[in-house]
């Protein structure tokens, strides 16, 4: 069965450090990758999505970034994080391509920025 | 575009009784529709999805929802609410292949 592992859990980090968040799949080959943001009180935010190694798409203009290095694996970025980047990040993936296909999450990791 | 539209932020009932949350969608085609359940400070896991196939989903826990394209709406109901329903559920239509539009969210409370 297909097990989607990020870490950390959770971090508290300050203003203008470095992040990486990592998402790992397994269970399954050639995933699609998301990255979503919950911030309080405005829903889920799709961030990134990747249809295979190397691929990436971004959905909003930030100061965030993604890659994805290996087929399962994909990491979410920033060079100096903000007071707004706070929120719950979660990592999703999907098989094929369509509207018919759902996304499983990943349990999410806790970021807040001091 | 997609949109998702749920009704109630906040639903209280008691234990044993039935549970409806409500979601209604616009689309300009034939959507797919979803139910995501989210527990606090955890991910979400998906609860059920329609696909054009029957209207009438069954998914897990003793949830189901009927897709009424008549009326555009998606509601979730469950006939017993049991303490462990207590969360987050989110109505979500797929607008392309991987972009999924959530609504803003029902937070279900379950009391004893």
């Known amino acids: 069965s297909q097990t989607i592992h990020q870490w950390p859990a959770t971090l508290v980090q300050p203003v203008g450090s470095p992040l990486s968040l990592e998402c790992t799949v397994e269970g399954t080959s050639n995933p699609n990758l998301y990255w979503y943001r919950q911030a309080a009180g405005r829903g889920l935010q799709l961030l990134f999505y990747?249809?295979?190694?190397?691929?990436i798409s971004s959905e909003v203009p930030q100061n965030l970034s993604a890659s994805r290095p290996q087929d399962r694996q994909f990491i979410l970025s920033s060079k100096k994080l903000l007071l707004s980047d706070s929120g719950f990040y979660l990592c999703?993936?999907?098989?094929?391509?369509?509207?018919?296909?759902?996304?499983?999450f990943g349990p999410g990791t806790r970021l807040t920025v001091t | 575009a997609q949109s998702v539209t749920q009704l109630d932020s906040h639903v209280s009932v008691s234990e044993g009784t039935p549970v409806l949350l409500r979601c209604n969608y616009s689309?300009?085609?034939?959507?797919?529709l979803f139910w995501y359940v989210q527990h606090p400070n955890k991910g979400l896991q998906l609860l059920l999805k329609y696909t054009s196939a029957a209207t009438l989903v069954k998914g897990i826990n003793g949830f189901e929802a009927e897709f009424k394209k008549s009326e555009t709406s998606f509601h979730l109901t469950k006939p017993s609410a049991h303490m462990s329903d207590a969360a987050e559920y989110f109505c979500v239509v797929s607008e392309s292949g991987h972009k999924l539009v959530f609504g803003a969210g029902t937070i279900l409370r379950v009391k004893s």
């Open positions: 999703a993936w999907s098989v094929g391509s369509g509207i018919r296909y759902e996304q499983y």
């Open positions: 990747s249809v295979g190694i190397g691929q």
């Open positions: 689309s300009s085609y034939s959507p797919s």
